[in-house]
C-alpha cells in the first residue's frame, strides 16, 4: 500500500519542476514572431500631470500595451499554443506596430486637449534591441485652462426654469474649475435627462451645444452652454399622456399580421389579451405612463423594468405615436410577447468527504402565471442519502443518513395588503409569497426528525438599493424522536447508548425536543443591486428572527404558571411553543482597486438566545463555522464551538461517528473574510479567469447556560484562542452570466488545540505525516486536513 505515496514523492517534484521550465521558455515569445517584428515590452508616459497619469494608460491601443510582468497570459498562451497550436487560452505578446504607435499618441494629445491642456504636445520614440522594443510618448501639456465665466443661454424659458431648479443637484461644471470635456459632456447628457422627465418628447441631444473662449489671457476660458429652440418654434412642445395600449401576444412567437383590439376602454387604458392568459389589473398595475400626465422618460423605465420582472414576458417593447388631431399628446403602445408558462427541472450534486459519500436529487415544477396574475408556483421534491465508507461491500452499503422534503411556493406580485400603497413598484418588483414545506430526517439507530414549515413573507423596495422584507407569519411544526435503544436485549449496546445520551445531552436533547414556533422575521439589505456591479461601496443585510411572545402572551393572559428550570413548559395544541431573539448581520466593504482588481472586507455575526417559555434554541436555529462561503480551511460543522476536541470529549469511535456534523453547532457565531480579487487570464477558453487570495477568521460558541462543555462557551477574554484562521488561493470562472468557484483554504490556526499547538501551518509544514497519523489515533474515524477544497456557483459573497 506504500508504493503509490512513493511513487507520487517521486514524480511530483519532477511535473512541477518541468512545468516551470516549460512555462518559463514559453516566456521567451520572440520566437513565435518573424525577424523584422518586435515585442513591446515596456510603455512609459512622461510629463503627464499626476492626476492622469493612471487615466491616460487607456489611451495607448491595446494591441500595443505590454504585458504585466508578474501576468502570465502571455506565457500560458505561448506555452499552450507551443504545444498544442490552441489560441484558446492566455493572450498573444504585443507586437510593435508604428500606425498604432502614433494613433495612441494622438489620442493622448487629445485626451490631455479634453482636460484643459489646450496647448498639450506629445512625441513618441521607440527604441528596439533584439526583437525588444521600448515606446516613449513624451508630452508638453503647456498651462491647464480653468473656466473664468460660464452663461447659460436656454430659449426656452420653461425649460431653463426646470434646469437652473435641478442643476445644483447634479452638475459638475462650476466657475473656477479647471477645464473639463468630460464635465460638459455630463452637464449635456443631465439636461437631456431632465427634459425628457418633463413632458419634452422630442427634444434631443443635437439642441444642446457649447461655445468655448479660450484666447484669454492667465490661461482662462469662457463657457457659453446654448440650449437651442426647434426651428420655427417658439418653445419646445411638451407633450400630455393619452391613451395607452397594452397588447399581449398570442404566444411566444409574437405578434401575428393583423390584430383586433379590444373595443373596450377603462381608465385611458386599451388592454388586449391575444393570449387569453392574463387577467388585467395584475398587468396594468405596473403600467406607469399614466394618461393625462407629462410625459416622462423614468416612468417609461419603469414600467418597462417592472413589466419584465413578472418573469412571464420574454419581449417587452414600448413604443408612442402621436395623436392623429396634432394635439400636444403621446399615446403609448406596449406590446408584451409572453413566454412558456411551465418548466420542469431536475438537479442533482454527490456530497463526499472523508469516510463519507452522498447524493442528492430533486425535480422542481414551476408555473409562472398560475392564476393568470404572474404568479409564480414552485413545487419541489428532494430526497438524498449519505453513506460511509471503507466498511466493506458495496458504495451504498452502510447508508447511515436519509433526508427527504416536499415544498411548495406562491409568489405574488404585489403586496397583497387591505388597503393600497401608492406608487408601488416603482423602485422594485414586491412580492407577496406562501410557503409551505415538510422536512423529513433520519439518521440511523441515531434518530429521525420531522418538520414542518408554513411562513407569510411580504418583500419589497424603499428605494433601488434598500430591500424589506418582513414575515408576520412564521409557524414551525416540529416533531422526532431519539431511536436510540438503552432497554434493547444487547445490554453493552444498552450501556454505550446510555453514555451516549448522558455525556451529550444537552444536544441530543434538541433532536428528540417536539415543539411549535410561532413568530416572525425582519430583514433589511442595504446595497443588494450593486453586488454585481464593478464600484466602491458598503453592503449590509440585517436579519431579525422572534418567536414565542405572542403565545407567552396570551399564556399568562389565561393565568398560566409554569417553571421551566423542572421542566415544566407553557404548552400549544400539547406541545411547548419556543420564545427566542435570533439577531443576524451581514457587513461587507467593497473597495475597486483599479480594473479588475477588488478588495473585500466582511464581517458575518448572529447570537440566538432563548428565554421566556425555552431554555435552548430549536436545533435548526443554530450556526456552523466553516464551509464554502465562512471560514473555507474548514468544512462545514467541523469547526468549533469555541476550544471544543471531538478526540477529548467523545470517547469512543462510534460516538464520534454518530455525532458527525451535530456536535459541532453553537448559539452564536462570528467570522470575518477578506479577500483580494484579479484577473488572471482574459481569455480561458472564451471567459476570463480570475484569481482571489484569502483569509478567513471565526467560531461559533454557545452563550446559553445549561452545556457540561465549558470550553464551547464565548469568553471575551479568551476570544483570540478560540478563533479558527485559514487562508488560501481561489479561481473563479467568469463566463459572464455565473461564475464557477473552486477555492483552496489552508489552516493556519486551530482552536481545537491548546497554547502553541494551535498553529498548526508549523505542523503542515514540518511533520505533517506525523501529525496527522497522532491525529487519527485519538480521533477515529476523524482525519485531520489541513488542505480543504471548495466548489462552488457564484462568488462566495
Not at 254 to 277: E, M, W
Not at 620 to 634: D, I, M, P, T
Not at 721 to 746: K, S
Request: hydrophobic share 35%.
Amino acid at each position: 500500500m506504500k508504493a503509490y505515496p512513493d511513487y507520487k514523492k517521486k514524480t511530483l517534484f519532477p511535473a512541477i519542476l518541468l512545468f516551470i521550465i516549460l512555462f518559463v521558455a514559453s516566456c521567451s515569445s520572440t520566437k513565435y514572431i518573424e525577424d523584422y517584428q518586435s515585442i513591446v515590452k515596456k510603455v512609459e508616459i512622461d510629463s503627464v500631470p499626476d492626476k492622469f497619469k493612471e487615466e491616460v494608460l487607456n489611451y495607448v491601443q491595446k494591441d500595443i500595451r505590454p504585458a504585466p510582468k508578474l501576468g502570465i497570459n502571455v506565457g500560458l498562451y505561448n506555452l499552450f499554443y507551443g504545444l498544442f497550436k490552441t489560441k484558446s487560452i492566455g493572450n498573444p505578446a504585443p507586437v510593435l506596430d508604428s500606425t498604432l504607435v502614433d494613433i495612441s499618441r494622438v489620442q493622448i494629445e487629445k485626451f490631455l486637449h479634453s482636460k484643459g491642456y489646450f496647448n498639450a504636445k506629445v512625441n513618441s520614440s521607440i527604441a528596439v534591441e533584439n526583437q525588444r522594443a521600448s515606446i516613449v510618448f513624451n508630452a508638453t501639456p503647456g498651462p491647464a485652462f480653468y473656466v473664468n465665466t460660464l452663461t447659460f443661454d436656454v430659449k426656452d424659458s420653461v425649460l431653463k426654469e426646470i434646469y437652473l431648479k435641478t442643476k445644483p443637484t447634479y452638475t459638475h461644471v462650476r466657475e473656477g474649475m479647471q477645464y473639463d470635456d468630460d464635465s460638459l459632456a455630463y452637464e449635456r447628457d443631465k439636461i437631456y435627462e431632465i427634459a425628457k422627465q418633463h413632458g419634452y418628447f422630442d427634444f434631443a441631444r443635437p439642441y444642446i451645444k457649447y461655445s468655448v473662449d479660450s484666447n484669454l489671457n492667465a490661461s482662462k476660458t469662457n463657457i457659453v452652454l446654448t440650449v437651442d429652440n426647434p426651428q420655427d418654434k417658439p418653445l419646445h412642445p411638451r407633450y400630455i399622456i393619452g391613451e395607452t395600449n397594452i397588447i399581449i401576444a398570442p404566444n411566444s412567437d409574437g405578434f401575428p399580421d393583423s390584430i383586433t383590439l379590444n373595443p373596450r376602454v377603462f381608465r385611458q387604458i386599451r388592454y388586449t389579451d391575444l393570449a387569453k392568459r392574463f387577467r388585467r389589473n395584475p398587468i396594468v398595475r405596473y403600467d406607469f405612463i399614466k394618461a393625462g400626465e407629462l410625459y416622462n422618460s423614468t416612468m417609461e423605465d419603469i414600467t418597462y423594468n417592472r413589466l419584465y420582472e413578472l418573469n412571464v414576458f420574454k419581449n417587452v417593447k414600448i413604443d408612442y405615436q402621436k395623436a392623429k388631431d396634432s394635439s400636444l399628446v403621446v399615446e403609448p403602445i406596449i406590446r408584451l410577447i409572453p413566454q412558456k408558462k411551465m418548466s420542469n427541472r431536475v438537479e442533482g450534486e454527490i456530497p463526499f468527504n472523508a469516510g463519507t459519500v452522498g447524493f442528492t436529487l430533486s425535480n422542481t415544477y414551476t408555473n409562472n402565471n398560475l392564476f393568470r396574475g404572474a404568479e409564480r408556483f414552485e413545487f419541489q421534491i428532494k430526497g438524498g442519502l449519505q453513506s460511509r465508507l471503507g466498511q466493506g461491500g458495496s458504495l451504498f452499503s452502510d447508508v447511515y443518513q436519509r433526508d427527504f422534503s416536499v415544498s411548495a411556493n406562491l409568489a405574488v406580485p404585489r403586496l397583497m395588503l387591505p388597503f393600497d400603497i401608492p406608487m408601488m413598484g416603482k423602485n422594485g418588483m414586491p412580492f407577496t409569497t406562501f410557503s409551505t414545506s415538510y422536512v423529513y430526517a433520519l439518521q440511523k439507530d441515531f434518530f429521525v426528525r420531522r418538520v414542518f414549515l408554513n411562513s407569510v413573507t411580504y418583500d419589497w423596495f424603499e428605494t433601488r438599493s434598500k430591500l424589506h422584507s418582513f414575515t408576520p407569519l412564521n409557524f414551525e411544526y416540529r416533531f422526532g424522536g431519539l431511536l436510540l435503544v438503552t432497554d434493547g436485549p444487547d445490554e453493552a449496546q444498552n450501556e454505550i447508548n446510555r453514555e451516549l445520551i448522558r455525556n451529550n445531552e444537552y444536544n441530543i436533547k434538541l433532536l428528540g425536543r417536539q415543539d411549535i414556533t410561532l413568530g416572525i422575521k425582519y430583514t433589511y439589505t442595504l446595497n443588494q443591486n450593486k453586488l454585481l456591479t464593478p464600484g466602491s461601496f458598503f453592503y449590509f443585510r440585517g436579519n431579525m428572527d422572534m418567536a414565542g411572545n405572542l403565545l407567552d402572551g396570551i399564556s399568562r393572559l389565561a393565568g398560566g404558571h409554569n417553571n421551566i428550570a423542572e421542566g415544566d413548559f407553557a404548552t400549544v395544541l400539547g406541545l411547548p411553543y419556543n420564545q427566542y431573539i435570533r439577531p443576524e448581520i451581514d457587513l461587507r466593504w467593497y473597495k475597486t482597486l483599479g480594473l479588475d482588481k477588488q478588495f473585500v472586507a466582511r464581517l458575518n455575526a448572529g447570537v440566538g438566545f432563548a428565554y421566556g417559555n425555552s431554555d435552548t434554541m430549536p436545533f435548526e436555529k443554530l450556526f456552523f463555522a466553516g464551509g464554502s462561503s465562512g471560514v473555507r480551511a474548514w468544512q462545514a460543522r467541523t469547526l468549533g464551538p469555541g476550544n471544543y476536541n471531538r478526540g477529548e470529549r467523545l470517547a469512543t469511535e462510534e460516538t464520534r461517528r454518530t455525532l458527525y456534523g451535530l456536535d459541532q453547532l453553537g448559539q452564536m457565531h462570528i467570522e470575518t473574510n477578506f479577500e483580494y480579487r484579479y484577473k488572471l487570464l482574459n481569455n480561458f477558453f472564451g471567459a476570463k479567469l480570475k484569481g482571489a487570495v484569502f483569509l478567513d477568521a471565526g467560531n461559533v460558541w454557545n452563550v446559553s447556560p445549561g452545556n457540561p462543555q465549558p470550553e464551547t462557551y464565548f469568553d471575551f477574554k479568551k476570544v483570540f484562542n478560540q478563533i479558527g484562521i485559514g487562508t488560501g488561493l481561489g479561481l473563479r470562472y467568469d463566463v459572464e452570466y455565473f461564475v464557477f468557484r473552486f477555492d483552496i483554504g489552508l489552516k493556519l490556526k486551530d482552536p481545537q488545540f491548546e497554547g502553541s499547538n494551535q498553529w498548526v501551518i508549523g505542523k503542515y509544514i514540518n511533520g505533517a505525516d506525523q501529525f496527522k497519523a497522532d491525529y487519527k489515533v485519538t480521533h477515529s474515524p476523524d482525519e485531520y486536513r489541513f488542505v480543504q477544497y471548495n466548489f462552488g456557483i457564484g462568488l462566495p459573497f
